[in-house]
């Protein structure tokens, strides 16, 4: 008989989920969207939207962790020891790929809850190649190799802002931290005019904070601790799209988890979204090229998301709202590999463009010019 709890969380992580979904596809958010708008276009509304997101998260986890309801310890964000390796790399790898998609875990999801079959092929892909490389073909590698190359946190204290400045300083920091960092993030966001007069995506960047909130605190609460170990989780989409193809194909009783019904969630939410504004309408590969870069970028994102401990919402918004010090890492190189993946994608070749970069760095002038 499945734990109770398990099938319980599971409901929950639906329900969280597509409401993200929901909210997310009404919004029209797209976190490389986001980085392309601002790093190509100079627009940085909807990446000002994302910050506001980890505002509202991390005031609201942080207030969950002072009130004693939520342990930053029991969680996977803040190890005492940092993989900067493996995440320098991973991160890398996930912006390449994402750009190559267009969109990351999270939009594949949403995109294919309006009909997106492209999106169905690119979350096959990058669910198997992450779950190859959480415990598959590539996890001794990742283990052994990659995360072997950690910095060691002082005194093994906890990987996290509030607890590297408790130490410093001799007290406790971390409301202070929490304040300045979610207010400011969120001050950011209502001071750009036109977004105060856009309530859509105000409202879609909110949500997306709160509903991270409400996922640690229904791990927290509802998690049986004679059944399992309580490990506290919230919105992530590389892992627990893996884990939820493992579950369709060899054991049902893999549903019963929080991220694998907050997959299910984002594709019911998003096709809720989606029906209501009359925009369901199925989408596949313009040609033989197109297909070859989403399986190539879903391959990357599904590698190089584990590598670097979640996605763009696993890092950047739910790592970000514990305060990991993971979060800088990932989400700076996540927006390294996306500009790369972009000037691929717009300049040339990924072959041409290592070329060039080689030609740069030896002073010498690329033959093609």
């Known amino acids: 008989m499945q734990n109770l709890s398990g099938w319980m969380l599971a409901l929950v992580g639906f329900a969280i989920g597509a409401a993200a979904g929901f909210f997310v596809r009404h919004a029209r958010l797209c976190s490389f969207g986001a980085i392309e708008d601002a790093l190509v276009g100079g627009d940085s509304r909807r990446l000002r939207i994302f910050g506001l997101a980890l505002g509202v998260a991390i005031v609201g ?3 969950l962790v002072i009130g004693g309801l939520l342990d930053p310890m029991q969680t996977s964000y803040t190890p005492s020891a940092i993989p900067i390796f493996a995440i320098a790399i991973g991160s890398v790898m996930f912006g390449i790929g994402m750009a190559w998609v267009g969109t990351c875990g999270f939009g594949s999801l949403v995109r294919l809850g309006a009909g997106d079959l492209r999106s169905l092929v690119v979350l096959i892909v990058l669910g198997a190649t992450a779950y190859a490389t959480l415990r598959g073909v590539f996890a001794n590698f990742r283990i052994v190799i990659l995360e072997s190359l950690a910095v060691a946190m002082p005194d093994e204290i906890r990987s996290d802002l509030a607890s590297l400045a408790a130490r410093m300083l001799g007290f406790d920091v971390r409301a202070i931290i929490a304040t300045f960092i979610g207010g400011g993030l969120c001050l950011l966001a209502f001071s750009h005019k036109k977004l105060r007069h856009s309530p859509r995506l105000l409202s879609g960047g909110v949500a997306l904070g709160m509903l991270t909130v409400a996922g640690w605190a229904a ?9 399992a170990p309580i490990r506290p989780q919230s919105l992530t989409f590389v892992s627990t799209v893996g884990k939820a193809f493992y579950s369709a194909l060899l054991s049902t009783a893999g549903f019963a988890d929080f991220g694998v019904g907050s ?24 040609d033989d090229r197109e297909m070859r870069r989403h399986l190539g970028g879903a391959a990357l994102m599904g590698i190089g998301g584990i590598l670097a401990g979640g996605c763009t919402i696993g890092q950047g918004i739910t790592a970000g709202s514990m305060l990991s010090l993971s979060w800088p890492f990932a989400v700076g190189g996540m927006m390294i590999g996306a500009r790369l993946g972009i000037a691929t994608l717009i300049d040339c070749a990924p072959r041409e463009l290592l070329a060039r970069g080689w030609a740069s760095l030896l002073g010498r002038p690329h033959p093609s010019k």
Do not use: K, N, P, Y
Not at 263 to 274: D, Y
């Open 61 to 63: 986890t942080q207030a």
């Open 219 to 227: 791990t927290s609460w509802i998690g049986d601790e004679f059944a």
């Open 263 to 286: 997959v299910l969630g984002v594709v019911a939410g998003a096709f809720l979204a989606a029906w209501r504004a009359d925009e369901l309408q199925w989408e596949a590969f313009d």
